[in-house]
T-cell receptor, first 115, second 119 residues
Framework: ETGVTQSPTHLIKTRGQQVTLRCSSQ?????VSWYQQALGQGPQFIFQ???????GRGNFPPRFSGLQFPNYSSELNVNALELDDSALYLC??????????????FGNGTRLTVT | AQTVTQSQPEMSVQEAETVTLSCTYD???????LFWYKQPPSRQMILVIR??????QNATENRFSVNFQKAAKSFSLKISDSQLGDAAMYFC????????????????FGQGTILTVHP
């Protein structure tokens, strides 16, 4: 069973640029969610994708957007990068359906640095 | 909106001893799930233990157990026989059941507790 994989591992961007982060969900999981984790803090929910549709969003501006593909992999796009966007971005997958009992399975994250 | 609070930024324990990490949460919901995740330096969040709010019995997983006090909205994690590999950042997390499918992937996390294990 393949776990959640994220790419790239690290990324350095300049303020104002755009970035795309990628995530492959665990086999059999159709729900992908993204989190932003600032240094020394707990992860903050950005949004969730279920069967290629965004169906849940946290308190993040529209310049944070995403996609989910038919194979349930996902992308997180951030436009007009700001210094405060520097963080660890975590992707998590879950079976969805009625699986509230199922925990989220997380990837190792992408460390984004904005200079 | 739900909030999760971990009041201990750092804790330390001697190898083989027992340590308890605290977590409180605020919610108006009656049904929900609570989780403890561990995040080692590798950065990957690893599930430690989960608790369904409708179950009065405290969850246990080998050396890990919880003390779930629903009325007090408290969910502490006890680690027995601590091992060097337990050293990590520990996060308490809440999952709502009242938002339909939109809550499958949404966890509300606390600020975390760094656990150091001394040999």
């Amino acid at each position: 069973e393949t776990g959640v994989t994220q790419s790239p591992t690290h990324l350095i961007k300049t303020r104002g640029q755009q970035v795309t982060l990628r995530c492959s969900s665990q086999s059999g999981h159709n729900t992908v969610s993204w989190y932003q984790q600032a240094l020394g803090q707990g992860p903050q929910f950005i949004f969730q994708y279920y069967r290629e549709e965004e169906n849940g969003r946290g308190n993040f501006p529209p310049r944070f957007s995403g996609l989910q593909f038919p194979n349930y992999s996902s992308e997180l796009n951030v436009n007009a990068l700001e210094l405060d966007d520097s963080a660890l971005y975590l992707c998590a997958s879950s079976p969805g359906g009625s699986s509230y009992n199922s925990p989220l399975h997380f990837g190792n994250g992408t460390r984004l640095t904005v200079t | 909106a739900q909030t999760v609070t971990q009041s201990q930024p750092e804790m330390s324990v001697q190898e083989a001893e027992t340590v308890t990490l605290s977590c409180t949460y605020d919610t108006s919901e009656s049904d929900y799930y609570l989780f403890w995740y561990k995040q080692p330096p590798s950065r990957q969040m690893i599930l430690v233990i989960r608790q369904e709010a409708y179950k009065q019995q405290n969850a246990t997983e080998n050396r890990f157990s919880v003390n779930f006090q629903k009325a007090a909205k408290s969910f502490s994690l006890k680690i027995s026989d601590s091992q060097l590999g337990d050293a990590a950042m520990y996060f308490c997390a809440y999952r709502s059941l009242n938002a339909g499918g939109t809550s499958y992937g949404k966890l509300t996390f606390g600020q975390g507790t760094i656990l150091t294990v001394h040999p």
